[in-house]
């Protein structure tokens, strides 16, 4: 065992690096890698044992990540995306969760022989889902807007409010020999509600007013942001035992939601923070599984599975959806799609203990079954979602389409000749004539500033995932850019190099990390291209083989401009400044080139 905390840390925030690549390069969900590597690291090999290494700091650390990762998800929740399905969405984290609790509770208590005391907080434990598998999962499923938006609201409000049915739960556990326990019971749930729900609101109001009153200096945004969190998750905790977790959640609701806050890079910092608090808690929670428990439980814990997955699922999603406006397909991608992730991992062995301190037999059975419902509905959805979601028809397409700013001449040219490859394009601009002339042609457009509030809600970006910045404003190519090297990636983004670049000096140019890698080499800005274009130069398709190689291409066309290359494996290669563009025998050349070869 490791027994020095800075070494046992070390190996923890280096096998997450490790699991989250492996799970990149294998487009398999993270969450499996990090099981696996938690089991591996801790009971199998016994290198760590968390309440050895972390001892009374082990669960404060977790319930304090768990905020920080509610407060990340909730960020993300605007309610414009519950239009059309905001009472899935009530239902779902309301009727749902009831339904599988009851399911759940008669299959827990019949087929695993559990009292009904344990069987209540295994139910309530295991109707939560998260955001630290279902962002994860759905990040590699793609499904569509719809299903995404009610699994994301799905996840992050059910956490709390699961919390809150545990608590209840238990509540009523403890008090059942006094007199009064459904009153006792009741009047908890209404403090939890009261206590989390007004201080989120305030901590989210207070917030808000904070940032967008510039009172706090931009550079300070985060880790204030990141302080007030923590005190609001604690405050609400020592007011009113496990309510923090629904303050949090409320206070990102309400920040995300409240007009004239800019929350861009709070979200972007807590995403970061949020990957790597996801990746350590399921390696060290992981590393606290008992295999000698689990592989006690045998087949009983298959078949309790077999009804969470296939029983109680689809009757809660089949009573939430009802006169919703959602088809079939949709509804089944739902009902297929529920794992178990962090929170019930962290409330299973919380509660554990504290029944254990009641004296109630068999509590310590719960932390396995929590994380026998983990494990078994991470691995079996990580592995079918994705097939069973193109099979209905519901996945979005891969995203190789391209966003193009502008709708100029050239920008049209180029988007015409990518859709003859099979490739969605958007062209967006703000020019009315351009937008009409493109239409005219067939094109995709949108009419608009790309990066105006309007376009946040209104541009459709399923199947997109690169970028290129055609137009003839530097400062919108930039802005452009800029906004959206988040959603697609700085390598998936291509920017033509403007004039005032070429002609100024470096202390008058836009840094080489806001705009983007820059198109078709040294000089070739946009002027350059309206000039060859008005001059009479096309596009043109040439095969490149064995034959006829580029150098051949090259010196009959000494004047042409070579854009982009498919290869054999269907991948575009852009010609970009600063990289050797050599086409190889079997790919297919695009350049702009004059109408006839100079021989």
């Known amino acids: 065992?490791?027994?020095?905390?800075?070494?046992?840390?070390?190996?923890?925030?280096?096998?997450?690096?490790?699991?989250?690549?492996?799970?990149?390069?294998?487009?398999?969900?993270?969450?499996?890698?990090?099981?696996?590597?938690?089991?591996?690291?801790?009971?199998?090999?016994?290198?760590?044992?968390?309440?050895?290494?972390?001892?009374?700091?082990?669960?404060p650390s977790v319930s304090l990540a768990v905020a920080i990762i509610l407060f990340e998800g909730s960020l993300t929740l605007q309610f414009r995306e519950l239009h059309g399905i905001q009472s899935v969405v009530q239902y779902m984290v309301t009727v749902g969760a009831l339904v599988h609790f009851i399911v759940?509770?008669?299959?827990?208590?019949?087929?695993?022989?559990?009292?009904?005391?344990i069987a209540f907080i295994f139910a309530a434990i295991t109707c939560v889902t998260g955001p630290t598998v279902i962002v994860p999962l759905l990040?590699?499923?793609?499904?569509?807007?719809?299903?995404?938006?009610?699994?994301r609201w799905e996840g992050i409000v059910i956490d709390p409010l699961g919390a809150l049915l545990v608590v209840m739960v238990y509540e009523f556990m403890v008090s059942d020999a006094q007199a009064g326990a459904m009153g006792h019971t009741t009047l908890v749930f209404f403090q939890l509600i009261l206590v989390g729900g007004i201080l989120g609101a305030v901590g989210g109001y207070a917030?808000?007013?904070?940032?967008?009153?510039?009172?706090?200096?931009?550079?300070?945004?985060?880790?204030?942001?990141?302080?007030?969190?923590?005190?609001?998750?604690?405050?609400?905790?020592?007011?009113?035992?496990?309510?923090?977790?629904?303050?949090?959640?409320?206070?990102?609701?309400?920040l995300a939601n409240m007009p004239r806050v800019r929350v861009e890079e709070i979200l972007n910092f807590k995403e970061n923070l949020s990957i790597m608090f996801i990746s350590a808690l399921f390696i060290v929670l992981a590393a606290r599984v008992n295999l000698s428990e689990l592989i006690a439980l045998s087949w009983p814990i298959f078949v309790v599975l077999i009804v969470i997955q296939f029983v109680s699922r689809p009757l809660g999603v089949f009573f939430s959806t009802i006169n919703s406006t959602l088809n079939w397909r949709e509804r089944a991608m739902l009902s297929w799609i529920a794992p178990r992730g962090i929170v019930a991992a962290a409330?299973?062995?919380?509660?554990?203990?504290?029944?254990?301190?009641?004296?109630?037999?068999?509590?310590?059975?719960?932390?396995?079954?929590?994380?026998?419902?983990?494990i078994g509905t991470v691995v079996w959805q990580s592995f079918t979602s994705r097939p069973i979601a193109k099979w209905l028809k519901v996945a979005e397409p891969e995203p190789r389409g391209f966003l193009i700013i502008g709708a100029n001449t050239f920008a049209r040219q180029l988007a015409k000749a990518l859709k003859e490859w099979d490739y969605k394009t958007v062209l967006v601009d703000t020019n009315w004539?351009?937008?009409?002339?493109?239409r005219m042609e067939g094109l995709e457009t949108f009419y608009g500033n790309p990066i105006s509030a309007y376009a946040d809600r209104e541009l459709d970006l399923v199947g997109i995932g690169y970028l290129l910045a055609l137009g003839p404003q530097r400062d919108l190519n930039v802005l452009a850019t800029w906004k959206y090297r988040h959603d697609f990636g700085r390598n998936n983004i291509f920017s033509l190099q403007a004039l005032e670049d070429v002609n100024s000096s470096e202390k008058h140019q836009v840094s080489e990390e806001q705009k983007g890698q820059m198109l078709f080499g040294e000089g070739i800005t946009y002027s350059s291209l309206v000039k060859l274009i008005n001059s009479g130069f096309a596009l043109k398709v040439t095969k490149?083989?064995?034959?006829?190689?580029?150098?051949n291409f090259q010196d009959l066309y000494p004047d042409a401009v070579p854009l982009l290359a498919i290869n054999e494996q269907k991948k575009l290669v852009f010609s970009v400044r600063g990289v050797v563009f050599s086409p190889q025998p079997g790919w297919t050349l695009l350049s702009l080139t004059q109408p006839s070869p100079q021989v």
């Open 1 to 59: 065992m490791i027994e020095d905390v800075t070494l046992a840390i070390s190996l923890i925030v280096l096998s997450s690096i490790v699991c989250q690549w492996l799970a990149w390069k294998s487009k398999l969900p993270p969450i499996l890698f990090l099981l696996l590597c938690g089991i591996l690291l801790g009971p199998i090999a016994g290198l760590l044992v968390p309440e050895e290494i972390f001892g009374d700091l082990l669960f």
């Open 104 to 117: 759940v509770s008669v299959a827990s208590a019949l087929i695993l022989g559990l009292s009904w005391k």
């Open 139 to 151: 990040r590699t499923v793609r499904p569509n807007a719809k299903i995404s938006n009610v699994l």
């Open 207 to 254: 917030l808000g007013v904070l940032l967008r009153r510039q009172w706090i200096p931009e550079y300070l945004h985060n880790l204030a942001t990141l302080a007030w969190v923590v005190s609001i998750f604690s405050l609400s905790n020592f007011i009113e035992h496990e309510s923090g977790l629904l303050a949090v959640t409320v206070m990102g609701i309400w």
């Open 347 to 374: 409330i299973s062995a919380l509660f554990s203990i504290k029944l254990e301190q009641q004296g109630v037999e068999n509590a310590a059975i719960i932390v396995p079954l929590t994380f026998s419902v983990i």
């Open 433 to 438: 004539e351009y937008i009409r002339t493109a």
């Open 544 to 551: 490149i083989t064995e034959s006829f190689n580029y150098k």
